[in-house]
T-cell receptor
Framework: GQSLEQPSEVTAVEGAIVQMNCTYQ??????LSWYQQHDGGAPTFLSY????GLEETGRFSSFLSRSDSYGYLLLQELQMKDSASYFC??????????FGKGTTLSVSS | NAGVTQTPKFRVLKTGQSMTLLCAQD?????MYWYRQDPGMGLRLIHY???????AKGEVPDGYNVSRLKKQNFLLGLESAAPSQTSVYFC????????????FGPGTRLTVL
């Protein structure tokens, strides 16, 4: 079967750095995606890792280790607007995504 | 471009009633998906389609049927609604290429009494 594990909640203060982890167990792994979802809204794509290493997009970075079946999303210079749920998702066979249960990030001032 | 749209936005059903949720996309995407989201459960894939006329089962397909008669539309049907199907339903579409970024619709909030 397949499973993804994410911490349920993370709290941080404005300006800080936060790391949200994701471990997965799956077959047919093509890559690891990250999505952001604000309360009541639709998920939106943040990043994708197909190969080991770090991908950086502005304040967001995502890391993948295929040998460890592990990845993380790193957010720097946290802002209040970053308060949201963050989902990792495994790309299976290049088509369907299997999502984790998500990490709720709360940023306080 | 409207992106991905979903109809209706809200619906309340009684147990045993049927309904169809409509998803439309104007990005010429080949792949379309239906997910349900329950509190604390993340997004779970119900069914998906890799092209017009094709459908495939996802993680939680029981109690749902789908059809993809036109490339731009993906319909999700509930033949006999149950309270366990109370959820928020999201449709998404993608090219299926590269990072396979999925574009989501705004969701449909369904309550089954």
């Amino acid at each position: 079967g397949q499973s993804l594990e994410q911490p349920s909640e993370v709290t941080a203060v404005e300006g800080a750095i936060v790391q949200m982890n994701c471990t997965y167990q799956t077959s047919g792994f093509y890559g690891l995606s990250w999505y952001q979802q604000h309360d009541g809204g639709a998920p939106t794509f943040l990043s994708y890792n197909a190969l080991d290493g770090l991908e950086e997009t502005g304040r967001f970075s995502s890391f993948l280790s295929r040998s460890d079946s592990y990845g993380y999303l790193l957010l720097q210079e946290l802002q209040m607007k970053d308060s949201a749920s963050y989902f990792c998702a495994v790309n299976q066979a290049g088509t369907a995504l299997i999502f984790g249960k998500g990490t709720t990030l709360s940023v306080s001032s | 471009n409207a992106g991905v749209t979903q109809t209706p936005k809200f619906r309340v059903l009684k147990t045993g009633q049927s309904m169809t949720l409509l998803c439309a996309q104007d990005m010429n995407h080949e792949y379309m998906y239906w997910y349900r989201q329950d509190p604390g459960m993340g997004l779970r894939l119900i069914h998906y389609s890799v092209g017009e006329g094709t459908t495939a089962k996802g993680e939680v397909p029981d109690g749902y049927n789908v059809s993809r008669l036109k490339k731009q539309n993906f319909l999700l049907g509930l033949e006999s609604a149950a309270p366990s199907q109370t959820s928020v339903y999201f449709c998404a579409s993608s090219t299926g290429l590269g990072n396979n970024e999925q574009f989501f619709g705004p969701g449909t909030r369904l309550t089954v009494l």
